[in-house]
């Protein structure tokens, strides 16, 4: 599934109460997406989901001790003793809004703690205490194949959840999310040009990283913190690997040489574009362009752009309409999207 569909599928899944299981790669999105779910929904004034969702209840069960999730054994001073409720526990018993409680990497859990989790997770109680009616219980795991300390998850522990689904990157899902969160102009021009370096995930023994959206994602927000150019390859290297690091300080080398952005707009018949052997130059154009596009200057954008090819207008336009939803209501994108009613934006 990919993220977009995920992220879809939670939004329905957390009002209904249903846990889900989500599994894939280090670094796929698995976290981000449940974060941003969550996020995105809202309680109505009687503290019902009306698009959904919530609060976040964060948990790591790798670094957990099933008291965590049945409570401390606690002496009535009557011969009989009874668990205590505490942390994440307590907070589920007692919640008074929609709470989603998200366990990140279960199968690195140990066999113990996964069947604790697993009393909760269906019982919806353990040990006497009760979990509120409002809240949902969502999973993460990476899988064995990962080299990520999974040993594997209990059967009865998956059969607690309504569906197990895995996640698989998927590079207009990146770029949206890229866009929504500030990423750099020039590393959204990137993946679109190279696509293949969004996800070359690598399970190794070496320490080293390779690219995935976690990883291109560190990039990005290492490049808006402005890193000293010469240092920018062994950062890049370091955080996605040695051959996102030369593609990618080849493509801003490129880029960092564009035509004057402002000469395109007020002329764009008359300024030169690449040539058609320099594909890489003409997708940070694209990116360059999206980030500009406004209601004002669309159509002179649009005359530019269908110079270079089909590929590059789709792909400057996809992201403009993101960065800018007000530029569909122009007579020039409604006269674009006539003449390319094929094409899915």
């Not at 859990?109 to 697993?118: I, L, Y």
């Not at 197990?164 to 990146?174: G, R």
């Not at 690449?274 to 940070?284: D, L, S």
Request: proline fraction near 6%; charge should be neutral.
């Amino acid at each position: 599934m990919r993220p977009a569909e995920l992220s879809q599928l939670l939004k329905w899944a957390i009002p209904q109460r249903f846990p889900i299981l989500i599994k894939g790669a280090p670094g796929v999105g698995k976290t981000d997406i449940v974060f941003d779910a969550c996020s995105s929904l809202t309680v109505d004034a009687q503290g019902q989901l009306n698009g959904v969702a919530t609060d976040l209840i964060l948990s790591h069960p790798v670094v957990s001790d099933p008291t965590d999730f049945k409570g401390l054994p606690a002496d009535k001073k009557d011969g009989t003793a009874h668990f205590l409720p505490y942390g994440d526990l307590a907070a589920l018993m007692h919640a008074v809004r929609p709470t989603v409680f998200f366990l990140d990497d279960l199968g690195q859990a140990s066999a113990s703690v996964q069947a604790a989790c697993m009393q909760l997770i269906l019982a919806r109680r353990i040990n006497g205490h009760k979990v509120s009616d409002l809240v949902t219980f969502i999973a993460a795991t990476n899988r064995k194949s990962d080299k990520a300390g999974v040993s594997g998850i209990l059967e009865p522990v998956k059969s607690r959840f309504k569906s197990i689904i895995e996640l698989e990157p998927n590079n207009d899902d990146w770029c949206r999310w890229a866009i929504r969160n500030n990423m750099p102009v020039e590393l959204i021009g990137f993946i679109r040009f190279k696509p293949e370096l969004l996800w070359k995930f690598e399970a190794t023994k070496e320490i080293v990283n390779t690219p995935s959206p976690r990883t291109v994602a560190n990039v990005g927000s290492m490049q808006n913190a402005v890193i000293p150019q010469a240092l920018e390859f062994e950062v890049f290297q370091g955080a996605a690997g040695e051959t996102f690091a030369i593609e990618y300080s080849a493509f801003l080398k490129m880029y960092r040489g564009l035509p004057d952005m402002d000469q395109i707009v007020l002329n764009p018949t008359g300024t030169a574009i690449p040539a058609e052997n320099e594909p890489g130059i003409r997708f940070a154009l694209a990116g360059a362009l999206a980030a500009r596009m406004n209601d004002q200057n669309l159509g002179n954008i649009i005359t530019y752009l269908k110079r270079l090819g089909p590929e590059i207008q789709v792909a400057s336009l996809k992201d403009g309409v993101i960065r800018h939803p007000e530029i569909t209501k122009t007579k020039a994108f409604v006269m674009w999207s006539t003449d390319n009613a094929n094409t899915l934006l």
